[in-house]
């Protein structure tokens, strides 16, 4: 019922910066929690940013300070701006979008590769 579509990854050298962005397709984007994940090559998915409807952020820890996650509920997207990077940081990154009313509502995009390496 609903596509997210990422865009954004690439390469990039340590110390850079890249935005991530997620277009959602949906007519009620304002309800859905909105959020990046992310998942490097044997390990688990982690949480890297959320976004709830009324503007409440969540981050991982290990990019809090270094990670932006905002949204523009008029364009039904949701953005993660990505400063200091670390070669850390490689990993596949998801979007992802939780109904507000019913949280086992969820949805996942395709992904977009960032890789951080000199």
């Known amino acids: 019922q609903v596509q997210l579509v990422e865009s954004g990854g690439g390469l990039v050298q340590p110390g850079g910066s890249l935005r991530l962005s997620c277009a959602a397709h949906t007519s009620i984007f304002s309800s859905y929690t909105m959020g990046w994940y992310r998942q490097a090559p044997g390990k688990q998915r982690e949480l890297v940013a959320t976004m709830a409807t009324d503007g409440s952020t969540n981050y991982g820890d290990s990019v809090k300070g270094r990670f932006t996650i905002s949204r523009d509920n008029a364009k039904n997207t949701v953005y993660l701006q990505m400063n200091s990077l670390k070669s850390e940081d490689t990993a596949v990154y998801y979007c992802?979008?939780?109904?507000?009313?019913?949280?086992?509502?969820?949805?996942w995009g395709q992904g977009t590769q960032v890789t951080v390496s000199s």
């Open positions: 992802n979008a939780r109904f507000k009313y019913d949280s086992r509502v969820l949805y």
